[in-house]
């Protein structure tokens, strides 16, 4: 069967194969669930079906489709990580074939699986395909609806194909909040084009897929109303404050802030090479992105209806990051990355074609960077991907736990211990979790307080804010008044220490070191949170004990 296949082909079909292994990879793996996932995950698991559709706990929006599917998946076959990562994972291989299908109708020659391996590969795909988290289901819903719409426009005619696309679309709108941006943007290009070609039979298509989607987007906009407190879209306006367009511009780099942000979906969200932020990382980010650009004007000159679809949902995406509705930037905008990878390669593709003879040195290059960069950051961000990795304290202090131990959880690691305690046997009577005190971390020191003349204090830490230096602030203060005993410390593969999760045990019984300091007399670090952080940093955390 493969000598039938062209090499193209073959390659792709062999990267297939790879993206689908690697995402098995991260999920076999099994990591920890971190803060996010931790509090979607409790609000799935504790919440009847009715109240799950209302405004979320702890910070956390999601549409009602994935809410629904994962409320499903567990009631099947129960709340562990396998089950709540279960339907993510499957999105996530889904829309990996589906995208294999795109790059190769869309695409010619080597092209196509050049944009299959961007796709197959890519870090944010591969991490965030095993997240209880609905980002996969945004990628999967977009890359669906644009499928749906190139097989549909193969006959544009055909009613049936037009049913199909509008419940496939109605379908993404559900699951997915950003699908809207496609399914708005390709609506209004169907629409154009209907318009533009003069077919009576195509503008009834085209009205069978607008009312459809038009109810369909209807109703799940009153739902997502539903699904956030006036206070949760303050916040989220906060949170999310650096990826909304800044016009009117008062500097120049206001007018380049799209490019930008374009060059750091290629690169890295932020700083750092974190996969959790949904940028690719690529080293020469800004090259892909110009790539991207030329692209997208040259399938404007080949195929003007898919340079329609692919674009429309992205300048749709951007008006709303200049009107402050939606972020333009982060994992947030995941959904958007297959349309940038078929326009990346079809302009390199573009651009080799187009260079002369004297510059096919300066082409090679060219190709090698492209080709070079993905496969470096694939490296660099091979599985398991562990973020506040915090399974493994709590099996060693279940292990060792003692009657009579006392348990101070920070408020950072709140979530994900009490998804963990009942799974490791540990009641919640035997927790205390901690305050948010971003504003005041005196706070932290005066819960300590609590557990003075106690010889055995756990300490267990993770999501630790490093602006503030809220680590270096508990352990300087508990090994002044008391003697630690055992430290256990499981890093995160990204390598930043507020992702790390962290156990300590301390002796906090000799009346000697109690003496030397106290909440109120201890000195604070220089670090201060500012107004905003010390305002909204806290939203959301608070974990109260069942």
């Known amino acids: 069967m493969l000598r039938s296949l062209s090499r193209p082909a073959v390659a792709t079909l062999a990267l297939v194969v790879i993206g689908i292994l690697l995402r098995l990879w991260q999920y076999l793996s099994n990591a920890s669930l971190w803060i996010d996932e931790a509090a979607l995950a409790r609000n799935i698991i504790d919440r009847p079906v009715g109240p799950l559709l209302g405004p979320l706990d702890y910070a956390q929006v999601a549409p009602p489709g994935f809410l629904l599917i994962q409320k499903a998946t567990i009631n099947v076959i129960g709340s562990s990580e396998y089950a709540l990562r279960f339907f993510p994972l499957a999105c996530s291989i889904t829309a990996l074939v589906v995208f294999v299908w795109i790059a190769h109708e869309l695409l010619d020659g080597w092209a196509a699986p050049f944009a299959a391996g961007m796709f197959a590969v890519g870090a944010p795909f591969v991490f965030l395909g095993s997240q209880v988290k609905q980002y996969s289901t945004d990628i999967a819903a977009s890359v669906l609806v644009l499928a749906t719409t190139v097989w549909m426009r193969r006959q544009p005619d055909d009613i049936r194909r037009s049913i199909v696309l509008g419940l496939v679309g109605a379908g993404a709108v559900f699951c997915s909040q950003p699908a809207a941006f496609v399914v708005a943007g390709i609506g209004a290009s169907l629409a154009l084009l209907a318009m533009m070609e003069r077919a009576p039979s195509r503008m009834r298509a085209v009205l069978i897929v607008g009312c459809m989607w038009g109810l369909a987007f209807t109703s799940a906009a009153f739902l997502a109303l539903r699904t956030m407190s006036p206070t949760d879209r303050l916040y989220m306006q906060w949170y999310w404050s650096g990826g909304f367009w800044p016009l009117p511009p008062h500097t120049a780099s206001d007018l380049w802030w799209p490019l930008q942000q374009l060059t750091w979906a290629f690169g890295a969200f932020g700083s750092g090479p974190r996969r959790t932020n949904g940028g690719l990382n690529y080293p020469w980010s800004m090259l892909f ?62 651009a080799i074609q187009l260079a002369p003879p004297r510059l096919q040195v300066v082409a090679t290059a060219i190709v090698a960077v492209l080709c070079g960069s993905p496969i470096y950051a694939a490296l660099a ?133 109690l003496r030397a300091a106290s909440a109120d007399t201890y000195p604070m670090p220089a670090a201060e949170a500012d107004d905003s952080l010390s305002r909204w940093g806290c939203y959301g955390t608070q974990t109260p004990v069942p």
């Open 381 to 513: 961000a091979l599985p398991p991907e562990r973020v506040e990795h915090i399974r493994p304290i709590m099996a060693a202090l279940t292990s060792r736990f003692q009657a009579g131990d006392s348990v101070y959880v920070y408020y950072g690691a709140g979530q994900a211990v009490l998804y963990y305690a009942p799974r490791f046997g540990l009641a919640h009577n035997r927790l205390t979790i901690g305050r948010c005190s971003i504003g005041n971390p005196r706070l932290y020191l005066r819960e300590i307080d609590r557990f003075r003349g106690r010889p055995r204090v756990w300490i267990l830490a993770t999501h630790l804010i490093r602006r503030i230096g809220e680590l270096e602030l508990l352990n300087g203060y508990l090994d002044a008044i008391g003697q630690r005993r055992e430290t256990m410390i499981v890093p995160a593969t990204s390598d930043i220490p507020g992702q790390a999760a962290y156990m300590f045990l301390y002796d906090l019984s000799d009346p000697e070191r």
């Open 289 to 350: 992105a110009v790539a991207m650009i030329v692209g997208y004007l040259a399938m404007w000159k080949k195929r003007r209806d898919v340079a329609l679809f692919l674009i429309v949902p992205v300048l749709l995406t951007l008006a709303a990051s200049a009107f402050r509705q939606y972020p333009f930037t982060g994992r947030v905008l995941v959904f958007l990355e297959p349309s940038f990878l078929v326009a990346t390669a079809a302009g390199a593709a573009y």
